[in-house]
Nanobody
Framework: QLQLVESGGGLVQPGGSLRLSCAAS????????IGWFRQAPGKEREGVAC????????KYADSVKGRFTISRDTAKNTVNLQMNSLKPEDTAVYYC????????????????WGQGTQVTVSS
């Protein structure tokens, strides 16, 4: 059974940083393109960042470019999302998801999902 588990969420002040991790149970993440998504209350789920199976290709939503970085840690079988210069509008539940095809920011194209981790940016 393929399982994804997110960690690293929490409460942070505006301008602060958080590092989210997506860990896999039962499979190797290197075989999958991985995406990070978020969903704020009353809003649709949106793509934040995604990375190819090789790790050589990444894509970001315009709202997070220059602030967020997605990366693979093959040794730990994780995909991380480093979030810097956080803003209140970044507040949401963050999810990671996996797909066997190419990396994509469209959440409807992903099949395997984690349960999410809450990120709250507030003073």
């Amino acid at each position: 059974q393929l399982q994804l588990v997110e960690s690293g969420g929490g409460l942070v002040q505006p301008g602060g940083s958080l590092r989210l991790s997506c860990a896999a149970s039962g499979f190797t993440l290197d075989y999958y393109a991985i995406g990070w998504f978020r969903q704020a209350p009353g809003k649709e789920r949106e793509g934040v960042a995604c990375i190819s199976r090789s790790g050589g290709n990444t894509k970001y939503a315009d709202s997070v470019k220059g602030r967020f970085t997605i990366s693979r840690d093959t040794a730990k079988n994780t995909v991380n999302l480093q979030m810097n210069s956080l803003k209140p509008e970044d507040t949401a539940v963050y999810y990671c998801a996996a797909r066997t095809a190419n990396w994509d920011l469209d959440p409807s194209k992903y099949f395997y999902w984690g349960q999410g981790t809450q990120v709250t940016v507030s003073s």
